[in-house]
C-alpha cells in the first residue's frame, strides 16, 4: 500500500513541478510547443512569453519602396531644406545712400 501512495504523490509532485525548457528556446518556439501540445508550460512562463513575443519576433507593418525619379523622400527632404535656408538668408539689397542737399 505504501508504495502506490509513494507511486500517486510522486506524479503529483511531477505535475506540479516547473517544467525545464531546452536552452535557447525562443517565445514563439515555447507557444508553438504549448499549443501542439508538446510541453506543458506554466502560468509564468506562458506570461512571460506572451509578453516578450513582440521583442524577439517583431511583425512587419510596413513597407517602404522608393524610385529615383527626384519624387522619392531623400529628394524631397532635400528640396525642403534648400527652401528653408531660402527663407533663412534673404537676398540683400544692394544700395548706395544718396546725399540730398
Same mark, same amino acid.
Given at each position: 500500500m505504501s +508504495?502506490?501512495i509513494t =507511486?500517486? @504523490?510522486d506524479?503529483?509532485?511531477? +505535475?506540479?513541478?516547473?517544467?525545464? @525548457?531546452?536552452?535557447g528556446?525562443?517565445a @514563439?518556439? @515555447? %507557444?508553438?510547443?504549448?499549443y501542439r501540445?508538446?510541453?506543458?508550460?506554466?502560468?509564468?512562463?506562458?506570461?512571460? =512569453?506572451?509578453?516578450c %513575443?513582440p521583442f524577439e519576433s517583431? !511583425?512587419?507593418v510596413?513597407?517602404?519602396?522608393?524610385?529615383?525619379?527626384a519624387?522619392d523622400? =531623400?529628394? !524631397?527632404?532635400?528640396?525642403? %531644406?534648400?527652401?528653408?535656408?531660402?527663407a533663412?538668408?534673404? !537676398?540683400l539689397i +544692394?544700395?548706395r =545712400? +544718396?546725399?540730398?542737399?
Open positions: +508504495e502506490r =507511486a500517486v @504523490l506524479r503529483i509532485e511531477a +505535475e506540479h513541478q516547473t517544467p525545464a @525548457l531546452p536552452q528556446i525562443t @514563439l518556439r @515555447l %507557444l508553438q510547443m504549448v501540445g508538446e510541453v506543458k508550460a506554466s502560468p509564468q512562463q506562458m506570461r512571460a =512569453a506572451i509578453e %513575443l517583431p !511583425k512587419i510596413g513597407i517602404g519602396v522608393g524610385y529615383l525619379n519624387q523622400f =531623400a529628394s !524631397k527632404l532635400e528640396r525642403a %531644406l534648400q527652401r528653408s535656408d531660402a533663412r538668408f534673404p !537676398k +544692394e544700395a =545712400a +544718396e546725399r540730398r542737399d
